[in-house]
């Protein structure tokens, strides 16, 4: 059975840290792009930052470049998204999805609604980041 499980999530002040983990089970990473997609009250889910580990490209929209950074641990068959100078507008559940790698450029998944919708394969149940002072 596959499950992609999210963990790290909680309360930030604004300018703080935080790094979410997403740990895959009954799937390997090594053959799946990776994306991190968050979402907020009443709007749509959009992507953060996503990645194709075969192709070693990454892409952050531009709301977080600069101080999201996502990468992968391929022994703990995890990936990550480290958080940093988060602000309050970052408020959000934080969710991992996945798709069969090469499948579209990782921009492609980050910024696509369609792709978004339609096109992941499997998708973790999310965790909640508040920022707040």
């Known amino acids: 059975q596959v499950s992609l499980v999210e963990s790290g999530g909680g309360l930030a002040q604004p300018g703080g840290s935080l790094t979410l983990s997403c740990e895959a089970s009954?799937?390997?990473?090594?053959?799946?792009?990776i994306g991190w997609f968050r979402q907020g009250p009443g709007t749509e889910r959009e992507g953060v930052a996503c990645?194709?580990?075969?192709?070693?490209?990454?892409y952050y929209v531009d709301a977080v470049a600069g101080r999201f950074a996502i990468y992968k641990d391929r022994v703990k068959n995890s990936v990550y998204l480290q958080m940093n100078f988060l602000r309050p507008e970052d408020t959000a559940v934080y969710v991992c999805?996945?798709?069969?790698?090469?499948?579209?450029?990782?921009?492609?998944?980050?910024?696509?609604?369609?792709?978004?919708?339609?096109?992941?394969?499997?998708w973790g149940q999310g965790t909640p980041v508040t920022v707040s002072s």
């Open positions: 990645i194709d580990p075969s192709e070693h490209r990454n």
């Open positions: 009954g799937i390997l990473l090594d053959y799946y792009q």
């Open positions: 999805g996945v798709m069969p790698r090469a499948s579209v450029y990782p921009e492609t998944m980050c910024t696509n609604s369609a792709t978004i919708r339609t096109r992941m394969t499997f």
